[in-house]
């Protein structure tokens, strides 16, 4: 069969066999993976993957720079689309140009965006408006203790799973009477059905045993009910998964007495972000977590706990491990597995080291070291480009 | 009851205007003269200025282990010799005329009367037909700022050590204002309601206790970010109170930045203002840090001068009747009470009698590590407190 026809015979055969392994165009050889959670390959050419990179505000810059220094040294295959967005300006076509080149390229790094909350209403957060506009409907964060890094609780390992598009911030307010804003916070059911379905796929992937609801339900009965209720609905398709739910009051307090009884999260947008700041703060802080945004066909990739960093900015003392993980995920996400968990095994090792560490974990190192020491540390395991 | 029923009468003729008799007017000259001398000499506001002696608070036991823990607070009360008169009071729900539901008469009759109440835990039915207790007694007075002191408990330790925050909340609006509807099939919205007049209040009360209580600064956590008008407005009306308060330092925050601090330095707050579902979580988020809601007192401002302060965990039926609990919350939470109503040194004594005795380590209950009995725990207060005078 020529090269040409087998293409042919695997676009025929897509609905089928729906995901295509990269440099490999027979259909025989794909291994069958649930659709949904398949999203077109990025934009790929001549062996090379073109992924956009969002630079943002604060630490944002010199942070995708390090990631850039980082990808050139290692010989990634991959090169950036800078797309820069002035959080200053009030018009939106920064951030539409920005949508427009991740729906280009189907992959995107960015970092945080800064939104004046003393502006009016008009003016609407850009970070916020790139996940609705793109549908990014899920966000993964996973919480390891990382050995090296001194926290007051040991042996942490959650994946919090965030609705990301719904919920709270849907961004809908209104002043009916003056004096009296009334914000509503919508909760469907094809969303809830959707991040359900997404956290325990995702754990079955990953082998989680336990997945756990985090709600509201006892107040607002029918939004977080509904919630619940999906949640509850999808556990039903997984039996080999234990299905429980907690009120976000009690999953708070649990989280800073014995954070280890939890395995995976899943919750609507507002509890997601207090609790994966929480659980962000247990590992050991914003510099070490990494943080994904899946949709159904782009992915972004960013700092777990999104924050401009503002204060420290180019001062060379931001934590890069952050941004460097999320760098290693999005590698994994463009099936340049060698690549990622090379750079991964280097990150972890430098952050092991304790006289390497930054500011926020209470070191004096600075970036540039830590970058340094992790180039050092994948030189000295030699590149495995044979093993693609 | 030792209440002065003719000083009450006067006081109220007094408040009203209404005509006084020639023996009322002399002792009503002296009392505005003396009313006048304490409100130059600017004494922090008590809700019960005109009155000297025992004062009179309206207890509600509540349901499980309440009645042990309310026994258990009297007995310390007793030992500490503080001029408190306890009147007990059963709050049920009960339907009154037009099928609303509302908290028995006499209950209510008594909190006004006295404006100041300790609660214990109350339980609440599923599928009773009527709402939450708390949500009642909420509703009925006007109780729109929930305190909550975190202080670590040397002696109980936790990972955290060095707590000392105060979480303010607004209690009344908000998410939790319950007004939701389904607009198509699959589709809920929830309103959250933030309204000028509450936020306001809220502001202003949470810089009053500041200076109260001698906190140097306040910081008002909100999503402003996401959420511009609600929580812009919230904002500006703490803004508006920062200005009139120059003794207090004044920051904002976001809430997510506040929650990863606070799980990783807890000393960089001192008292938090928020609308109500983030001081929901934020205050349980504290609570965990110093060890939980068995030992974290709490206290409910409302208008008109009242304030419930309670005890927040559970009505623990396992171990009720069992001499078991722990009345540290409780316990803690009438010592808040002392200090509102300005009993300073009892509250001190009777807190830190508490404290030794948790950090002693010798009669502890079974929650707090050890197995002694609730009166074991109580006797072991008491002693202590007597010594102290």
Same mark, same amino acid.
Request: charged share 20%; no cysteine; hydrophobic share 20%.
């Given at each position: 069969m020529t090269a040409r026809s087998v293409r042919s015979l695997s676009g025929a055969l897509k609905p089928l066999f729906s995901n295509r392994c990269p440099g490999v165009y027979g259909a025989a050889s794909c291994n069958q993976r649930q659709k949904s959670t398949y999203t077109p390959p990025p934009a790929r050419y001549g062996g090379r993957h073109t992924v956009t990179l969002i630079p943002g505000d604060g630490i944002g810059p010199e942070l995708g720079n390090h990631v850039r220094e980082l990808f050139r040294f290692c010989c990634v295959p991959v090169d950036f689309e800078v797309v820069n967005v002035d959080s200053s300006v009030a018009s939106e076509d920064d951030i539409n140009n920005a949508i427009m080149a991740i729906r280009r390229n189907g992959v995107a790094l960015k970092g945080n965006i800064e939104t004046n909350h003393n502006l009016p209403p008009s003016y609407k957060s850009r970070n916020n408006l790139l996940r609705t506009t793109l549908d990014l409907y899920a966000n993964v964060m996973h919480c390891q203790s990382l050995p090296g890094v001194r926290t007051r609780h040991r042996n942490i390992d959650i994946m919090i799973i965030r609705e990301n598009t719904e919920g709270e911030y849907s961004s809908l307010e209104h002043e009916n009477v003056p004096g009296v804003v009334e914000c509503l916070k919508i909760i469907t059911k094809t969303k809830s059905l959707r991040i359900a379905d997404y956290a325990f796929r995702t754990a079955r992937a990953k082998g989680r045993r336990r997945v756990t609801a985090v709600h509201k339900a006892n107040i607002m009965k029918l939004g977080d009910g509904l919630f619940l209720e999906c949640c509850k609905e999808v556990a039903s398709g997984y039996p080999e998964i234990t299905f429980d739910s907690m009120i976000v009051d009690n999953t708070t307090m649990q989280l800073v007495s014995r954070p280890q009884q939890f395995d995976l999260m899943v919750m609507p947008n507002l509890y997601g972000n207090v609790v994966s700041n929480v659980c962000a703060g247990l590992v050991g802080g914003p510099g070490l977590v990494p943080g994904a945004n899946y949709g159904e066909d782009y992915a972004v990739f960013e700092t777990?706990?999104?924050?401009?960093g503002k204060s420290i900015a180019n001062r060379n003392t931001a934590n890069p491990t952050a941004m460097l993980l999320a760098s290693c995920l999005l590698l994994d996400h463009l099936k340049l597995h060698a690549y990622a968990s090379m750079i991964r095994r280097a990150i972890l090792s430098t952050v092991s080291e304790t006289r390497l560490h930054t500011a926020d974990l209470g070191g004096q190192g600075s970036t540039s070291e830590v970058v340094q020491s992790i180039m050092n540390a994948v030189q000295s395991t030699g590149p495995q480009t044979l093993s693609i | 009851m030792t209440t002065n029923v003719h000083e009450m009468s006067l006081i109220y003729r007094l408040k009203w205007g209404l005509s006084l008799s020639g023996k009322d007017k002399i002792k009503a000259g002296k009392e505005l003269v003396s009313w006048v001398v304490g409100a130059l000499k600017k004494e922090p506001p008590q809700p019960r200025i005109f009155t000297r002696g025992i004062q009179t608070v309206t207890l509600i036991p509540g349901d499980g282990i309440g009645p042990e823990i309310s026994d258990a607070v009297m007995k310390i009360f007793e030992a500490a010799k503080a001029p408190i008169q306890w009147e007990e009071r059963n709050v049920t729900a009960i339907q009154g005329p037009g099928g609303k539901w509302m908290i028995p008469p006499d209950a209510k009759e008594s909190m006004d009367r006295n404006k100041i109440g300790l609660k214990g835990p109350l339980k609440t039915p599923i599928a009773a037909g009527h709402p939450s207790m708390n949500l009642l007694l909420r509703k009925t007075f006007d109780l729109y700022a929930n305190v909550r002191p975190c202080v670590s408990i040397? &002696? %109980?330790? $936790?990972? %955290? $050590? #060095?707590v000392n925050l105060v979480t303010i909340r607004e209690n009344t609006e908000g998410e939790y204002s319950g007004i939701e509807h389904?607009?198509? #099939?699959?589709v809920v919205q929830s309103i959250k309601l933030i309204t000028e007049q509450a936020s306001q209040r809220i502001a202003e009360y949470a810089f009053e206790y500041a200076r109260n209580n001698q906190r140097a600064s306040v910081t008002a956590v909100h999503k402003a970010n996401i959420m511009r008008m609600s929580d812009g407005l919230f904002l500006r009306k703490c803004r508006e109170a920062a200005e009139k308060h120059k003794d207090v330092k004044f920051t904002e925050m976001y809430l997510d930045t506040v929650c990863l601090n606070m799980v990783q330095d807890? $000393?960089?707050? #001192?008292v938090l203002v928020m609308p109500n579902l983030y001081g929901d979580i934020l205050s349980d988020l504290c609570a965990g840090l110093i060890?939980?809601? &068995?030992v974290t007192p709490s206290g409910n401002i409302g208008a008109n001068g009242v304030a419930i302060f309670e005890s927040v965990h559970g009505t623990a039926p396992d171990i009720a009747g069992k001499d078991m609990a722990n009345p540290t919350a409780l316990l803690l939470s009438a010592v808040m009470m002392l200090r509102h109503m300005g009993l300073h040194s009892h509250g001190n004594n009777i807190e830190t009698a508490c404290f030794d005795t948790i950090r002693d380590k010798k009669v502890l209950t079974k929650d707090l590590g050890g197995n002694s009995k609730c009166s074991e725990f109580t006797e072991a207060i008491c002693q202590r407190v007597r010594d102290m005078n």
């Open positions: 777990g706990t999104r924050n401009t | 040397e &002696g %109980y330790k $936790t990972p %955290y $050590t #060095d389904v607009i198509v #099939d699959g807890p $000393t960089q707050f #001192d060890g939980g809601l &068995g």
